[in-house]
Nanobody, 125 residues
Framework: QVQLRESGGGLVQAGGPLRLSCAAS????????MGWFRQAPGQERKFVAT????????WYDDSVKGRFTISRDNAKNTVYLQMNTLKPEDTAVYSC??????????????????WGKGTLVTVSS
């Protein structure tokens, strides 16, 4: 069982940076692929980014590619999402997720094993 807790959300002006963190419980963090999803007001949850167990592979949605960077520190049981050049359309609740596989289809459709409660990111114009 894995428990996830996001932090780092808040209000930021368009064009600015923000870094989200997701801390995981347990001693098997390196056994899980990790990732981020977001849910904008009135919309369904969408895939943002994922990273493999060792951090050697990453995958991003086209909407954030080149602006967001996902990384992980297995020694700290933490995954990060560095968000740069933020746009108002990035406004959403960002949720951290964990899964035993790095299957891209699973990550794209969101059928994952564990979820955090989310942290709100608001980007002003």
């Amino acid at each position: 069982q894995v428990q996830l807790r996001e932090s780092g959300g808040g209000l930021v002006q368009a064009g600015g940076p923000l870094r989200l963190s997701c801390a995981a419980s347990g001693r098997t963090f390196s056994s899980y692929a990790m990732g981020w999803f977001r849910q904008a007001p009135g919309q369904e949850r969408k895939f943002v980014a994922t990273i493999s167990m060792s951090g050697s592979h990453t995958w991003y949605d086209d909407s954030v590619k080149g602006r967001f960077t996902i990384s992980r520190d297995n020694a700290k049981n933490t995954v990060y999402l560095q968000m740069n050049t933020l746009k108002p359309e990035d406004t959403a609740v960002y949720s951290c997720a964990a899964d035993e596989s790095f299957d891209l289809s699973t990550w794209f459709h969101g059928g994952l094993d564990y979820w955090g409660k989310g942290t709100l990111v608001t980007v002003s114009s």
